[in-house]
């Protein structure tokens, strides 16, 4: 499992510098290559997941053995592990980063909007298009009207061992079955027998507040 | 997915906007500057929600201008690999579809759409099931899963597939 969040991890090193090769290269590759390339740094990968201070040093191992075939995996369960990996450690968002279901962030986009329509007497204020663009992606896509809820029914899943990130993912697929989840959330996968029953309860809770479209 | 993250930035302040509103010009020389804009690192600066605190003001020599360094919250979105997404279809042609969601375009391309979906051209481009049952044309929704990202000057592009499990087009008797 570490190892294919490893990957992921490489791949979003690759996105940083601008190119990333794995979105030229669409075809799958065994698993095999993996796990033969990243035997010499699993330990260092596993220090990495706590603090993201021997990402240098691992990045500049990763790169010494040759990208390519590391950032070839196409294998969906590796790119999907390392979502929730790169959500905790991903050097490139600051350590205080907090993920925000999309219903929560639709709560605060029009907060915000509300008081910007007040300010609109002056006419330099204007509303960023990017601004307008989520906010109606949040309108249509978010399917829960109320945040404080749906942490309420998935806070539990925390004790069996999910992040806030996993979390934050599970709310914004509204998935409709447990198959749903694990297809999404690879990393949750390993704990599939724990985890099943008192996920199944959230799912059945959350499809009571879905808002009707 | 969006974020609440910290951010901090030297806004340099000409003496003109110095006096009793100076916070306030601060404040909003920082929203012209910030909101809106793209990094690489942390996505889309979609709005900021507040001010942390605004440092002490450094005069620039030679200049007068002053720099404050200021920490700020704000609401970023930032795409990742592996993100399951909702966008909806804006162009179909034969080597895939481009689709966005909030503010990010995703292109999907017909490598990764199920082989049995050809492509048909003709007034309504789209991408249908040899059944016909399926239909992936403008301004569909489509669920898609993010494999790649690449960031510009000012937008982020990503590459996506639906060739996975529960990707795909969205029906609205269904919609998640």
């Known amino acids: ?213 | 997915m969006f974020f609440h993250i910290v951010l901090e930035r030297n806004m340099q302040l000409h003496p003109r906007f110095f006096g009793r509103n100076l916070r306030e010009n601060l404040v909003s020389k920082l929203m012209k500057d910030v909101e809106g804009t793209c990094s690489g690192r942390h996505g889309f600066v979609v709005a900021i929600t507040g001010i942390e605190s605004i440092g002490k003001g450094l005069i620039r020599d030679g200049t007068g201008f002053v720099t404050f360094p200021v920490k700020y919250q704000c609401v970023v979105f930032r795409p990742f690999k592996g993100e399951i997404l909702e966008a909806v279809v804006t162009l179909v042609n034969k080597m895939g579809f481009f689709a966005e969601a909030g503010p990010v375009q995703i292109f999907v391309s017909k490598h990764l759409i199920p082989d049995d979906m050809e492509f048909q051209a003709g007034d309504m481009p789209n991408y249908t099931t040899s059944d016909g049952s399926v239909k992936i044309q403008k301004e569909c929704e489509v669920r898609l899963k993010i494999i790649g990202t690449r960031v510009d000057a000012t937008e982020i592009f990503c590459v996506g597939t639906i060739k996975d499990d529960f990707l795909g087009v969205i029906n609205d008797p269904e919609a998640a």
């Open chain 1, 1 to 213: 499992m570490s190892e294919k969040g490893g990957k992921g991890f490489k791949s979003s090193l690759k996105s940083k510098s601008g190119k990333d090769d794995s979105s030229t290269k669409p075809k799958k590759t065994g698993k095999v290559h993996f796990d033969h390339n990243l035997g010499k740094s699993e330990s260092r990968f596993k220090v990495l997941q706590g603090s993201d201070d021997n990402f240098q040093g691992f990045s500049a191992s990763k790169e010494s053995k040759g990208g390519k075939g590391s950032n070839k995996a196409k294998k969906s369960s590796v790119s999907k592990d390392s979502q929730p990996l790169e959500l905790k450690t991903e050097k490139e968002l600051p350590e205080n980063a907090k993920c925000l279901m999309d219903c929560e962030a639709f709560q605060i986009l029009q907060g915000i909007k509300e008081q910007i329509t007040v300010l609109s007497e002056d006419p330099t204020i204007k509303i960023p298009v990017p601004f307008d663009r989520g906010l109606e992606y949040l309108k249509y896509g978010s399917c829960y009207m109320n945040p404080q809820s749906v942490r309420q029914i998935l806070d539990p899943l925390k004790k069996h061992g999910v992040s806030e990130g996993e979390m934050c993912v599970i709310a914004n697929v509204c998935p409709e079955s447990t198959d749903e989840v694990f297809a999404f959330v690879p990393s949750i996968k390993g704990r599939k027998d724990k985890i099943n029953q008192p996920l199944e309860e959230a799912l059945a809770k959350l499809s009571k507040i879905k808002k009707s479209t």
